[in-house]
């Protein structure tokens, strides 16, 4: 399985995330999911929404925030970069300049939670070469399975249920979900995110069938910690 790292770009600075996203590498990562910070993001913890803020708070200059990624493709050209982004961060940066940076960094996909509010930015947008994730939740509707098969993106499944959300009788485990969108005709990479915490689920998520796995809080929370390269690479040797 492919492991996703997630860095939230800007925190606590720009520069230290590009530092941050060198350690990754040389850990062995070779795919990343880079967000653009915003003040209220949709669906998101309250780390990541604390980081973002505080992002925003010492930059709120997103070209500087393009610059920083275009300082990491040029670093490392086979580098998988995957964006997150919302409507809001799409509309501040300007249609054909993100569609330009799209191109020119060779960015994989953009994970945009808010996206579907807005069919005819999405139609402009993959109309012009960029791919969107699409996401299943535990409570996924038919609409979400809908988007998945009329997508070009990866699929993000929800690892696990957060406490008190609301589940699908049937479909209450990984491998369920999983083993659901194949059979429907899902043929997009299934990755798994939200609330992998440890290698055990990551085992957890291997044996549902995922193609790859983001991990998020756990190791934003020693991101300045010595022990963040070997908590990587422990992660990724768990997904092999």
């Known amino acids: 399985m492919k492991f996703i790292g997630y860095i939230p770009f800007g925190y606590p600075n720009i520069e230290k995330s590009i530092e941050i996203v060198e350690t990754y590498v040389a850990a062995g990562c070779k795919a990343l999911e880079i967000s653009f910070p915003t003040y209220d ?8 929404t604390e980081y973002m803020r505080k992002a925003l708070s010492n930059c709120n200059d997103y070209e500087k925030y393009m610059t920083g990624i275009q300082c990491v493709r040029d670093k490392h050209p ?38 579907d509010t807005n069919k005819e930015l999405k139609a402009y947008l993959v109309g012009n070469g960029i791919k969107f994730s699409s996401p299943v939740h ?7 399975i809908k988007n998945c098969l009329n997508n070009d ?30 059979r429907v005709g899902v043929k997009q990479p299934i990755y798994a995110g939200v609330g992998i915490k440890t290698v055990e ?40």
């Open 41 to 48: 993001p949709v669906d998101e913890s309250e780390m990541i």
């Open 78 to 115: 086979n580098l998988e970069i995957n964006l997150l982004m919302f409507v809001d961060i799409i509309d501040q940066i300007g249609l054909e300049k993100l569609c330009s940076f799209y191109t020119k960094n060779r960015i994989a996909c953009i994970i945009c939670p808010d996206i």
């Open 138 to 144: 535990y409570d996924f509707t038919e609409a979400e």
């Open 153 to 182: 993106g990866f699929v993000y499944v929800q690892a696990f249920p957060t406490k008190g959300q609301k589940v699908i009788e049937g479909y209450d485990t990984p491998d369920k979900i999983i083993s659901y969108l194949k």
């Open 201 to 240: 689920d990551v085992q957890l998520i291997k044996a549902a069938g995922a193609d790859g796995f983001f991990v998020g809080g756990t190791l934003m929370r020693i991101m300045e910690d010595d022990s963040l390269q070997l908590a990587i690479k422990q992660f990724i040797d768990a997904g092999k």
